[in-house]
Structures are given as C-alpha cells and as structure tokens.
C-alpha cells in the first residue's frame, strides 16, 4: 500500500483524466467547481469496489442533497461498464496509476476521498466500504452549512480558509507556547537570539499589556508550519491574483488579562515602506475564550471569530482591531506575507 501523501486540509492535487468515452474531465472545470467532490477510487472491478460502489448508489439521494458530485476512478477501461453505479456518474480511467499516486489511494483496495467545495481534503477513508460511505456522508452534512443562502450586507475583502490546522495542530502549537522558549527579548535585542532557538516578545501595540508572542526558529516547527502554509497560499493567489513568496518570521500570540492601552485600530503596513502584504490569523483554541473577535472598523461592527484551526486572511492595508479577551487565554498563530512587489 502506499504511504498516504494527503491529510485532510491539504489541497488535492489536479486530477484530469478521461471518462469511458475519452473525453477529459477536470475538478477545477467551472461546471464542477463549487461544489463538495466524493471519489470513488476503485483499482479493479473486484467485489470491495462492487461494494463501495452500491453503498454509494443506495444514497444517491443523499449525495445531491448535500450537492455533492460523485466520480469513479479506475485503472482498466475495460472495467468501466461494470464499475459505473448509475449512468451518470463518470467513471474516470487512471491507466498510469499517477492520480491513484498522488492521491495515495491503495492500488489493492476500494477507497474514498471526499473534497471540500475549494478543493481540500475533507477525508481519507480507506475501511470497509459501508463504513467509507457512512463517513463520507457525515462529511458531508458537516459542511453543509456553506450551502446556506445568506443575503450579505457590507463585508470587508477577507478570505476564510477552514481546516489549515487540525485539533492536534493546534494543541502541538499551544504547547509548544507554553513549554519552550521561555527567553523574554526586548526590541533590536531579538537580534543576539535569532541562533536558531525560540523566544517571546511583549508586543504592546497601541500600548496594550494583554499580548506575549512566541517566535518560532526550531527547524522542524519550522518546516511543519511552511507545509501547512501550502494549504494557504494558493488560495491567496486565486482570490487575491498576488503570489506570496516570502513570510516574516511565524509565531503564535497569546492574549490574557486586561487589555489596557489605547482601544483602536491599526494597520500592518504602517510604515508606507513596510514590505508585508497580506495578514492571516488562525485561533488555535477558540471554545476556551470569550471576546477576542477581529473587527475591520472601516466596513462595520461584524465581528470574525473563526472555528480552531481555520484561517482569516486579508490586506495589510486594512483596519482592523483583535477585541479585548473577556474570560480565558487566546492563542493565535500570526503570519504576515509578502512576495517580490
């Protein structure tokens, strides 16, 4: 069995392969975009994938109802006709094996991937084929809500990525806080530490007393964060048509106690000659505090406090004030971005 190169939050690789009749199907084809994908993967017409298939079929009704789309992926044309659940549901022919690869599904079992409507990775189901199914259906009545027709009023230009860090992501980072780095450095002196050790910084914006950062140099949380930025930044090149390069040193902040200071705004991209870009936050543990909402002040009073482990990104140019915690500690991971102009 191949190792699994995916896990859920990641971008799925591009798939385009031809269906039965030869023509090419792509999931980024706008006729597919938009909605939750379910991928039937299927090496042979053996009876695991019979299985898969007819679990799939029977809750047919299910799957349009959550707008899902649903495809077979196969690596013998000859098996088409015995693998299509319903005829019009495309059976896809992998015969190089390179999807099954990329998307590490076993070339001697049936598997299920499910994608998010932006193309993520949703789940990776690899058990028996009733239980594949029972999951990908709890999938997807779990984002079934970003079906739900909202009338928007006023909504400052920000981009919401869920899922970047997973549960055990986000409590990796806490701990990480609160277990190393406990060297304290102050201003230009954070210079005579950058050895490749973390440290922390009190950062008192607008005076405030409620926010420690934890600046992150070790090389494996390093390496681990610029992977989790890849779930990222190619979503700020399609909303935004900017390619982040470059990011400043990444840390995670922690608000506590009373705010104190001057209670207003700011920009990231103050001074003018600043490089940064682009801002993302992610709440590592947002069910543990109260308050701590983003606010963007020139666009109104809606206040953004994203699910743990989910992503808001926008405009350094933008203003926007993180609100006082009112009970409990927040931890955010903080990264400003930026590319070659």
């Known amino acids: 069995m191949l190792p699994q190169l995916l896990s859920e939050g990641d971008i799925a690789p591009d798939l385009v392969l031809p269906d039965s009749q030869g023509k090419e199907i792509s999931l980024r084809h706008d006729s597919i975009a938009g909605h939750p994908i379910v991928l039937a993967f299927c090496p042979r017409a053996s009876e695991a994938s019979k299985d898969l298939l007819t679990c799939l079929s029977q809750q047919g009704a299910a799957l349009s109802g959550y707008g899902a789309r649903l495809f077979v992926v196969t690596m013998e044309k000859k098996e088409t006709a015995a693998l299509a659940p319903s005829p019009d549901v495309p059976v896809l022919v ?16 049936a598997s299920t991937v499910v994608l998010r409507r932006n193309n993520h990775v949703a789940g990776i189901l690899k058990g028996e084929p009733r239980a594949q199914v029972a999951k990908a259906l709890s999938l997807l009545q779990e984002m079934n809500w970003e079906r739900d027709t909202v009338a928007m009023n006023v909504h400052p230009p920000v981009l919401l990525i869920p899922k970047v860090f997973s549960r055990d992501d986000c409590a990796k980072l ?18 005579d530490v950058m050895n490749g050790s973390d440290y922390k910084m009190r950062i008192p914006d607008h005076m405030r007393v409620d926010r420690i950062d934890h600046f992150f140099f070790e090389k494996p949380t390093v390496a681990f964060l610029a992977s989790r930025l890849n779930r990222v930044l190619p979503e700020i090149a399609k909303a935004f048509q900017y390619r ?35 801002a993302m936050s992610i709440n590592l543990n947002t069910e543990d505090f109260e308050g701590g909402e983003l606010q963007f002040l020139e666009f109104g009073d809606q206040r953004y406090r994203p699910e743990s482990g989910a992503a808001i990104v926008f ?7 993180a609100m006082h915690v009112t ?15």
Not at 94 to 109: I, L, T, W
Not at 183 to 188: A, I, L, W, Y
Not at 246 to 261: D, H, M, P, S
Request: aromatic share 16%; hydrophobic share 35%; glycine share 10%.
């Open 244 to 278: 982040i390069t470059k990011y400043e040193t990444l840390r995670v902040a922690r608000y506590e106690g009373q705010r104190g200071g001057l209670s207003y705004g700011h920009r990231d991209n103050i001074p003018p000659w600043t490089y940064r870009r682009f």
């Open 174 to 191: 806490i701990d990480i806080f609160e277990t190393k780095g406990q060297t304290f450095v102050e201003g230009s002196s954070a210079f």
């Open 315 to 321: 405009s350094s140019s933008l203003l926007h004030e």
């Open 327 to 341: 009970a409990g500690r927040r931890y955010v991971f903080l990264a400003f971005l930026f590319g070659e102009q």
């Open 94 to 109: 992998d015969r190089r094996e390179q999807v099954f690869a990329s998307f590490g599904a076993p070339r001697d079992r």
